[in-house]
């Protein structure tokens, strides 16, 4: 009972950090009469299930993990406090890690059970849990520093051809 209690103390911190959430299920828990940390709680299970077995479960993972931090990046970019953006910032260079990693491995990855919801798990920690600041100080970020000038220079080859074909493309307009 004393782990239940400390799950809907978590939720009740989750609410008061995202007041947008609070607002949205205020309405909803007045007319089912289910409290709000209930209603997260209850979502939470139904999510973790579905993840686990259910159709789709990729798609809701992917939804998870994207549509919730894009819309707190939003919020980010609104307000005049530059550390928020950071931290998406660093999420979303993890994410973007992540899933280059994800499709090289996909056929690994299928045999996995229950792969959707570990996925999910990996990304909530990423979000809530300074998970992302984590994987971005220890691995990514040693990486390019070292790489930096070898990125670089790859970067610039790929931007003068992009250039170069932009110009071929415009000289064939005028042909």
């Not at 978590?10 to 709000?36: C, H, R, W």
């Not at 070292?146 to 220079?153: A, G, R, T, V």
Request: include cysteine; glycine fraction near 4%.
């Amino acid at each position: 009972m004393a782990s239940l209690e400390k799950v809907k103390a978590g939720v009740d911190e989750f609410l008061k950090k995202y007041p947008f959430m609070d607002d949205a299920l205020t309405p909803i828990s007045q007319k089912t009469n289910v409290s709000k940390v209930n209603l997260v709680v209850g979502v939470g299970i139904f999510t973790a299930v579905w993840l686990a077995i259910g159709y789709g479960s990729p798609f809701l993972c992917d939804f998870i993990g994207f549509v919730f931090p894009a819309y707190l990046s939003f919020k980010a970019v609104e307000t005049p406090d530059t550390r928020d953006d950071t931290q998406w910032l660093t999420y979303w260079i993890v994410y973007s890690y992540f899933g280059i990693l994800e499709f090289f491995s996909d056929y690994l990855l299928f045999w996995i059970p229950f792969y959707s919801l570990i996925k999910c798990c990996f990304l909530v920690w990423l979000v809530h849990y300074q998970g992302a600041s984590l994987i971005y100080s220890s691995f990514i970020r040693p990486f390019l520093v070292q790489n930096e000038s070898k990125i670089d220079s790859v970067v610039d080859k790929i931007d003068d051809a992009a250039d170069k074909l932009d110009d071929f493309v415009e000289r064939s307009k005028d042909d």
